[in-house]
């Protein structure tokens, strides 16, 4: 079993009485996204280490808790051994740390205890020199009886500094930080000030899961520009998807009509919407809604293909249009389910939407529907080969 401890104890800079844990961050506060990344990461418990209680510390934990039942208050040590399960496994978030999933993935699958340590002492993310060279970064991992030895210490010690010297003290493992976790935003923060700094570079990792050519230079993009304006506005993400849905509709209905260019310039607009919703509700940790805006992506797709070769259909007479769109969405479909690494190059519904744009634009439907069919015939066909390579 794992679980999780986030330090919320130290104050903010320029903000006398308020814990750093309650600044704002990414339309929350950065305490609930540190239990957002314990939890996303396999934490089955979460405890929050305090010095202080004050109402924004209560209500974050409590907002947190509406999502994770399991997030309680600690004062010490003590009380933290006496609530973890016997024999868990413990990750450790610093008071302020700012990082990213990547990074709590890769420590909550570590064998035994861990430190993540950067060897550059004036790195943002560097909290606490551990030898002559590396310094603590921020997370760690270790043993329930580590936690034990810290109860035994007198009451006046520093909660923090002495599990991170117990950890050092019993072996522990050093993972480096590399340098394209920190780039996405890893360090410790503590005016609001650094944590818009970092916010930005949180929200452009998040837009980056996605790796197909279309999202990696269109859509994320996009998403890009939009995302800090929405998440700094603290616009809920219902309505993004609400937007989306909106958008999606239109297009839809503008493809019914005949209007095959309209329609499907429309839809990019659509998937640019759903894909900032899809982002801003992993940042969230909304994962399920996040995975029905992707399908949303898919169905958007499949639904535009099928009205364009039904309405060729029903122009011309011939059966080809129809057909072809069919076997974009099936083959399309099977991509999804398909368990293989996605390529660059592989299509996705958001690529298929582009590919169509410019044939439906000149006039040139059916021959777009044919791409789209030899396109992901041929995605589908690498992903098999692909997963015949893994077995």
């Given at each position: 079993?794992?679980?999780?401890?986030?330090?919320?104890?130290?104050?903010?800079?320029?903000?006398?009485?308020?814990?750093?844990?309650?600044?704002?961050?990414?339309?929350?506060?950065?305490?609930?996204?540190?239990?957002?990344?314990?939890?996303?990461?396999?934490?089955?418990?979460?405890?929050?280490?305090?010095?202080?209680?004050?109402?924004?510390?209560?209500?974050?934990?409590?907002?947190?808790?509406?999502?994770?039942?399991?997030?309680?208050?600690?004062?010490?040590?003590?009380?933290?051994?006496?609530?973890?399960?016997?024999?868990?496994?413990?990750?450790?978030?610093?008071?302020?740390?700012?990082?990213?999933?990547?990074?709590?993935?890769?420590?909550?699958?570590?064998?035994?205890?861990?430190?993540?340590?950067?060897?550059?002492?004036?790195?943002?993310?560097?909290?606490?020199?551990?030898?002559?060279?590396?310094?603590?970064?921020?997370?760690?991992?270790?043993?329930?009886?580590?936690?034990?030895?810290?109860?035994?210490?007198?009451?006046?010690?520093?909660?923090?500094?002495?599990?991170?010297?117990?950890?050092?003290?019993?072996?522990?493992?050093?993972?480096?930080?590399?340098?394209?976790?920190?780039?996405?935003?890893?360090?410790?923060?503590?005016?609001?000030?650094?944590?818009?700094?970092?916010?930005?570079?949180?929200?452009?990792?998040?837009?980056?899961?996605?790796?197909?050519?279309?999202?990696?230079?269109?859509?994320?993009?996009?998403?890009?520009?939009?995302?800090?304006?929405?998440?700094?506005?603290?616009?809920?993400?219902?309505?993004?998807?609400?937007?989306?849905?909106?958008?999606?509709?239109?297009?839809?209905?503008?493809?019914?009509?005949?209007?095959?260019?309209?329609?499907?310039?429309?839809?990019?607009?659509?998937?640019?919407?759903?894909a900032t919703g899809a982002a801003m509700a992993v940042l969230r940790g909304e994962?399920?809604?996040?995975?029905?805006?992707?399908?949303?992506?898919?169905?958007?797709?499949?639904?535009?293909?099928?009205?364009?070769?039904?309405?060729?259909?029903?122009?011309?007479?011939?059966?080809?249009?129809?057909?072809?769109?069919?076997?974009?969405?099936?083959?399309?479909?099977?991509?999804?389910?398909?368990?293989?690494?996605?390529?660059?190059?592989?299509?996705?519904?958001?690529?298929?939407?582009?590919?169509?744009?410019?044939?439906?634009?000149?006039?040139?439907?059916?021959?777009?529907?044919?791409?789209?069919?030899?396109?992901?015939?041929?995605?589908?066909?690498?992903?098999?080969?692909?997963?015949?390579?893994?077995?």
């Amino acid at each position: 079993m794992l679980a999780g401890l986030i330090f919320a104890v130290e104050e903010a800079e320029g903000r006398p009485g308020t814990l750093m844990a309650t600044l704002p961050f990414g339309g929350m506060t950065l305490l609930e996204y540190q239990a957002r990344l314990l939890f996303g990461a396999g934490a089955e418990q979460v405890l929050v280490a305090v010095g202080k209680m004050t109402p924004a510390l209560l209500a974050a934990v409590n907002r947190a808790a509406k999502r994770h039942p399991r997030i309680e208050i600690v004062r010490s040590a003590e009380e933290a051994a006496e609530k973890i399960t016997p024999g868990a496994q413990v990750l450790v978030m610093a008071d302020g740390l700012v990082t990213t999933d990547p990074v709590m993935d890769k420590m909550a699958a570590t064998d035994g205890e861990a430190l993540l340590v950067t060897d550059d002492p004036t790195s943002p993310a560097a909290i606490e020199r551990l030898d002559m060279r590396d310094s603590w970064a921020g997370v760690a991992r270790i043993t329930l009886a580590q936690l034990g030895q810290i109860a035994q210490m007198p009451e006046d010690y520093d909660f923090q500094s002495a599990l991170l010297r117990v950890a050092a003290q019993s072996g522990a493992e050093h993972v480096p930080l590399t340098a394209g976790l920190l780039r996405s935003g890893h360090a410790v923060e503590r005016s609001v000030e650094g944590l818009a700094a970092r916010n930005t570079g949180v929200l452009a990792a998040l837009t980056e899961r996605r790796t197909d050519w279309a999202d990696r230079w269109v859509f994320t993009r996009a998403a890009r520009i939009v995302l800090p304006e929405l998440v700094g506005r603290n616009v809920p993400g219902w309505v993004v998807s609400i937007a989306g849905g909106v958008v999606s509709a239109l297009a839809l209905v503008a493809t019914a009509m005949s209007w095959f260019g309209t329609g499907t310039v429309i839809a990019v607009v659509g998937t640019a919407t759903l894909a900032t919703g899809a982002a801003m509700a992993v940042l969230r940790g909304e994962d399920k809604r996040a995975g029905l805006l992707e399908w949303a992506i898919f169905a958007l797709f499949a639904l535009i293909a099928i009205l364009t070769g039904w309405a060729q259909f029903a122009a011309t007479g011939s059966s080809t249009p129809p057909v072809l769109a069919l076997v974009a969405a099936a083959a399309q479909l099977l991509v999804e389910r398909v368990p293989a690494r996605p390529k660059r190059w592989w299509a996705s519904p958001s690529a298929h939407l582009l590919v169509l744009a410019p044939f439906a634009i000149a006039g040139f439907a059916t021959i777009g529907l044919a791409a789209l069919a030899i396109y992901s015939f041929a995605t589908l066909a690498a992903a098999v080969e692909g997963t015949r390579e893994k077995a």
